[in-house]
């Protein structure tokens, strides 16, 4: 292994501001790790995180209160800065659970510290609040409008009173070995949308206080109206003027303040505004989001709310001098991103029919995802976006293990995981490719087997990122497959795309060379899931339709293909086939022997299997947009729980070794610029 | 049992305030439960608090951040409010290392609320400090001075902002349900001087960081000369002004804070300062207690101190009316009290050649001291003040056993223990006093023996209350034996002084008739160790001599005395008798025929028994100033690794039974203001 990574540990990663400054940091070249109790936030969160950045971002759930496991995170990782988030945030119930405030705030704060010293970690990026600084109207004249640093601190809350006591404290650490401590406070105005790719946003439990989220809850019609708190300000339209800054902007805010730090050689504490400078009334806001929906939402002004001010705008010049940092975007983008979010995300990141558990004895980055619409209940897992459960009525279709740990059994044969790089055989372990030779692990007698060594279906998949459109689930993720892992030249991004409907669950992929490292590579995937519609241990009984009757001719010893597409003597299209214990498959049917392009999506779906069983009321219905597909009655099964003909496999593809073959070569050969793509569909109805 | 009794809970009860405000808790007769994590302070004060009030104190090892433990106190103890003094409070040392304050006090007091919260107990008296109002000479006028509660607050140290932010925390959570919790927030000046027992006292680690601490090392020859930090302040004699307060006067404005709060019936959130109002230099305490130790004690004037300002007195007026609280001691009151501390405890609570350990599997009731001095080594227990160990010269004298939780065994034979109120036998378990007859219970055939069913062995006696002078130890244990207990009549206090020399120890027993119940009761008091002096499972070979040979003729049947005093058989006085299977003892040797008085310890000390073993070097004297005393070799023995003839006892004591003869009666009746006494001393030599 190399050398240990420096890390920044984000305390509350997962929360609103924490994971849009985890992608920043991490797109700015970043190693990160997220701590963080996921009692105000999700998982989800981290999950979209991953897929954004394309990386995995270690996580652990992790309440900051509890010094002996944040130790432990500091054990595993060289962390050599901390941004520190994890709060309760609140103002309204502050005052009404304030223990819980100073305990989880304050006792959460010192703990970290004292972690960060018994590991020598002395640099800390916190995330404090313009609430600090209280009603600086008292001050009568506007001497402390835009508000200054310098400005005395007042906080009129708890939650306010908390960040005050944690500036002091991080201000009495600094003193107390000056030379050491090096502390950035981030006093925040009002942030506010969403990150652009409309994958994560605020989301906040209950009944938004904030204005821009109530009103995106009017707009997506979970609230009925905004309330406007007074209208009889000195402002342009009588409403309170705020600083409102881009929460991307933000916490770009967080990163100019780490390179600060990084920067000075000797301690340092300072504060920092982080706001635009430019005060926007709640009617500015008002317009600027109902022009982003596209209609004027409701609203009421109803009396000035106690404790509010006419005007709290922050005068960031110190941030932009010493952080050269400045806020760049605008209140619009903010209302075009939130309405992204929005729109895109309902009911933030909790989807009605939608649940996910840990699936491994350790950590989050396998994790099994259940969907359930209609008829039809799926789960997937991160480890080989693989289907763990497929079930059409109650009965259940496919082949399992109930746990995570299991599919890393020597004997597991593949069961409902996708794989690749290139599925089936690539023969002697080698192929060309632009005249260079590329070898391959010959983890198969004396060829390359399903990907390699660490095939896809051994890798933990990045995500999920779900969206639900009326009763139709949409469930994507992602791997990077670096260049020359498994041999295979190229770092390949794949994407999977399950489209879980009532009766239906289809498979799309979709893959593309990145980061340009290479002209070409090769790519075949498909899905090695093991169906069983009876119920039983067995699959006998089944009785099966193959759609077309060509096979690919294979070498008896090698099981490799001659070259010849011959009609299969042992079945006819169209003509179902039971199940017996004669009735032996392991070929590759052929749906279109001119074979196809990179991308078949383009051509159209056929059906190319069917399977019922006496004892069972499903039938199962087959499509593919691919050229072939293998038939495996999985004579070869011998695993915990599972035994020969347990399950038996339709795994739709390209031509079983194409590379080896000119005439086959083009349908796995990914040039860069190009995509690769397919499409399989399962569809389900009740046996008539 | 009767219904539980209310009690306040007080954090820190061991330090230096919250000692003393225990103590004027129960002698108003609170009951309160004191929890103290013992960093920063000793259970010696616990102990000695016990002795002055003369009552247990409920006491429990618990740091307050330790919830669950906490909790278990609250579920132990109908606990109605709290008086919260655990807390880190070195200035200089809080900037140092504010983490630990931050965390001790912030994180302490959070935990202390919530579990209070958990058990519904809504009242608590705050220990603050004036530290929380910084510098009020930067108000520039004096108008600040004297300092009143709604001066602003602006510490200029963490030590300070510990406190300040508890403050605010004891706002917010009265604000949340202002009407139920019940909050006093007390700003102490600076205590000083100790409690007038001069038991108790404040007990500095390291160097002190305050005048008079440090003055009274002066004092004692602990350091060498007080640096009085600028005497060009604008003050008549030029060094700075503070407002000085007796602890005991603190201590009594927590029982009116206490009431208070009792008094009102919602919520109540309040400030108080505790001070005298009347400032006095560093110069006039300087004076006061240069007098009180009768002479001049070196000091240097050495440069200002930072942060130190003119003037810090306390207006203490809201304190004198709400309160209706004043202080009323003097600085010539404190100075004096310091210093009959200081004598007495040179070295604080910390005595050299002094050790205790916890001595029964749960709480402090029961403790084993272990003292040495010269060639004497002993061990004390609080359970019936008994002699766990006696060694001279590293030969151990005694049986025992090596844990507290053995002694409570039935087969126990009253191993080291004092026994009482009446030892040996009350004839048929009654007696007649005043015309009055008692009854008290029969434990040994038809007689009482040994004070009844629970007598003083089996009591955890209060204290130990140590003093050392040169290489002498004194050690005062108490109890008090309520009225009717045993059936005897009358409260009847006992205190046990041993006296530990470098080749003696003596104790001395002292009883009287307290809280006036009755004219008189009857008193008989004996120490019952089993001595062995040759180091072997058994007493034979002893050569012991009877100094006296005549002797209580007793009823073969009965064991009771028929009332004859003659020569006994098989004996002669100075005459040695070699233990062997044939010298059985177990009778009472007259020392003065004509008895004694209720106080022996005005005749003189006369030798009564010498032992000396052929293996051992040790020769043993007994001395005692008793009339009387039983010789019983033991026979009866047959415990937890002990049998027959380990060990034989020596018990000065009155005649037996006396209460049933008119003769003798008076040697055991004490009459209401008389005081029983009697001495008893061994004396060690190394055999010729």
Not at 172 to 200: C, M, Q, T
Not at 499 to 524: F, G, Q, R
Request: charged share 20%; net charge negative; with cysteine.
């Amino acid at each position: 292994m190399s050398a240990p990574q420096d890390y920044i540990l984000i305390t509350g990663g997962a929360g609103y501001i924490g994971s849009h400054t985890v992608i920043e940091l991490v797109n700015n070249g970043y190693k990160v790790v997220v701590v963080d109790s996921l009692v105000n936030s999700s998982y989800d969160a981290i999950a979209r995180i991953e897929y954004i950045v394309k990386q995995p971002v270690p996580f652990y759930q992790v309440d900051i209160r509890d010094g002996e496991k944040l130790n432990e995170v500091f054990q595993k990782h060289k962390i050599t800065g901390v941004i520190h988030f994890a709060a309760l945030k609140a103002v309204g119930e502050s005052t009404e659970i304030p223990l819980e405030y100073y305990d989880n705030n304050v006792n959460g704060t010192i703990s970290l510290l004292q972690v960060m010293n018994k590991n020598n970690v002395k640099s800390i990026v916190f995330s404090s609040s313009a609430t600090v600084y209280g009603d600086v109207t008292r001050f009568g004249d506007n001497s402390m409008i835009p508000i200054p640093e310098h400005c005395p601190t007042d906080p009129t809350n708890p939650y306010g009173r908390t960040k005050l006591v944690i500036e002091n404290i991080l201000r009495d650490v600094h003193s107390s070995s000056s030379s050491e401590w090096k502390v950035a406070v981030l006093r925040y105005f009002n942030p506010i949308g969403a990150h652009p790719s409309g994958l994560i946003g605020e989301d906040p439990l209950g009944i938004p206080n904030n204005l821009l989220p109530y009103l995106a809850q009017v707009a997506i019609g979970r609230r009925e109206k905004l309330s406007v708190f007074g209208s009889d300000y000195a402002s342009h339209d009588g409403t309170p003027i705020r600083d409102y800054i881009h929460v991307v902007d933000l916490a770009k805010g967080h990163l100019a303040a780490l390179s600060f730090l990084n920067k000075t050689n000797e301690g340092s504490f300072r504060e920092w505004n982080l706001g635009t400078g430019k005060g926007s009334t709640v009617f500015d806001v008002y317009h600027a989001f109902s022009k982003a929906v596209g209609r004027d939402l409701p609203y009421e002004v109803v009396g000035r709310r106690a404790g509010d001010v006419l005007d709290l705008t922050a005068n960031p010049t110190r941030a932009n001098k010493e952080l050269e940092w400045k806020a760049e975007l605008t209140i619009e983008d903010a209302c075009k991103d939130l309405w992204k979010w929005t729109t895109g995300n309902p009911t933030g990141f909790k989807i009605e029919g939608y649940e996910w558990k840990l699936f491994e004895t350790e950590g989050h980055a396998n994790r099994l995802h259940t969907f359930t619409t209609g008829d039809v209940t799926i789960a997937l897992a991160n480890r080989g976006a693989l289907i763990q459960d497929l079930s059409f009525q109650g009965e259940h279709l496919v082949c399992a293990y109930d746990n995570g740990d299991d599919y890393k059994l020597p004997t597991n044969p593949f069961f409902g995981t996708n794989v690749g790089r290139v599925a089936n055989r690539i023969a002697n372990g080698e192929f060309k490719l632009n005249g260079q030779t590329y070898k391959t692990p010959k983890n198969e007698n004396n060829n390359t087997l399903h990907g390699g060594l660490v095939g896809f279906d051994k890798r933990n998949w990045l995500g999920p990122v779900i969206s639900k459109k009326e009763d139709v689930f949409t469930v994507k993720f992602a791997l990077i497959d670096e260049d020359g892992h498994n041999g295979f030249p190229g770092d390949l991004q794949t994407i999977i795309t399950y489209t879980i409907e009532p009766t239906a669950v289809s498979h799309e992929y979709e893959a593309k060379l990145i980061n340009d490292k290479v002209d070409a590579t090769i790519v075949n995937l498909t899905n090695h899931s093991y169906f069983n519609l009876s119920g039983e241990p067995t699959t006998d009984d089944t009785d099966v339709t193959l759609f077309y009757d060509k096979y690919m001719e294979v070498d008896d010893k090698t099981l490799l293909p001659t070259g010849n597409l011959i009609k299969y003597p042992h079945a006819t299209a169209n003509v179902p086939v039971h199940l017996d214990q004669d009735a032996f498959f392991d070929y590759c049917f052929i749906v279109d022997e001119d074979g196809c392009g990179i991308d078949t999506r383009k051509s159209q779906l056929k059906p190319i299997f069917k399977a019922t069983h006496p004892r069972a009321n499903t039938e199962f219905l087959f499509s593919s947009t691919e050229p072939s597909f293998q038939f495996y009655t999985g004579d070869g099964v011998n695993t915990k729980g599972f035994v020969k003909r347990s399950g038996f496999c339709i795994e739709p593809a390209r031509f079983v070794d194409s590379i080896s073959f000119e005439k086959w070569a083009p349908q796995v050969i990914l040039k860069k610029g190009e995509t690769y793509g397919s499409l399989t569909k399962y569809s389900f109805s009740k046996k008539q």
